[in-house]
């Protein structure tokens, strides 16, 4: 009997414009297995083609890690994408910047 190992996919949902901490979480979560997914700017020309995608992986999605922008603040994108995960059973965990 052949074993499969399917990668675990992590989604990161993060304001684009903070690439800083999305590289830092992408650093963190990278492993071997694991594949993880950032937001991306100009991968589909229309924005509702882009959203949908998003929205797909989101669905298949192993785990939802959700960055706050600097000083908690959560977006409406981030904050739909977080919705969209729960309504999927995604589960979703909030990434800090602040050391532990």
């Known amino acids: 009997m052949t074993v499969v190992h399917t990668p675990r996919r992590v ?20 492993a071997p297995g694991v594949e993880v ?30 960055i ?6 959560v977006g409406d994108a981030v904050a739909e994408d977080v919705q969209h995960a729960a309504e999927f059973g995604v589960p979703v965990r909030w990434w800090s910047t602040l050391p532990m």
């Open 11 to 30: 989604v990161i949902c993060a304001s684009l414009s903070h690439p800083d901490l999305i590289d830092a979480a992408v650093a963190e979560l990278s």
């Open 37 to 66: 997914h950032i937001p991306e700017i100009g991968r589909f020309p229309q924005a509702e083609t882009a959203r949908a995608a998003w929205f797909a992986l989101i669905e298949i999605a192993d785990e939802v890690v959700a």
């Open 68 to 73: 706050p922008q600097p000083g908690g603040v």
